[in-house]
């Protein structure tokens, strides 16, 4: 008889289920250039900084980290299907960590979008590790 793998005291669920392979870590990661076309226009930033929720999964952002190269104020934004959901201001010359206190999960066919929004005309270049992590429906 198999034994199945018990939660750990000290572990989260989160680690739970990726140790016992029912979440898969998954990454959006890379440095990216940018030019700004105003604070109120977000727009994607980069094919590779989209990700949508596969079937028989769900999905949750846990981590968001990024550092702003520019001279000036950036803000991201992350998209569920091309409404807002969340916003990371970054400081000129700055850079943030934010582990996210409160989670949402994203049922299959979601598609999470990194945009920018950045004055009109300023260009630089930003370096982005996002977190997300893959669950199996159901768990």
Do not use: W
């Not at 870590?25 to 890379?30: A, E």
């Not at 727009?43 to 846990?62: C, H, K, N």
């Amino acid at each position: 008889m198999r034994e199945t793998p018990s939660l750990v005291t000290s572990e989260s669920r989160l680690s739970y289920l990726i140790r016992t392979g029912r979440a898969t870590p998954r990454f959006l990661q890379g440095v990216f250039p940018f030019a700004g076309r105003g604070m109120f226009d977000p727009t994607p930033l980069d094919d590779a900084l989209s990700y949508t929720v596969p079937a028989g999964r769900t999905a949750q952002l846990v981590y968001f980290r990024a550092g702003n190269l520019s001279d000036d104020l950036l803000t991201f934004c992350v998209t569920a299907n091309g409404a807002p959901l969340r916003y990371f201001p970054v400081s000129p010359k700055g850079d943030i960590h934010v582990e996210l206190a409160i989670v949402e999960s994203h049922p299959p066919g979601v598609r999470l979008d990194i945009c920018l929004a950045a004055p009109r005309g300023l260009v630089g270049t930003v370096i982005l590790d996002i977190g997300i992590v893959e669950i199996e429906e159901g768990q």
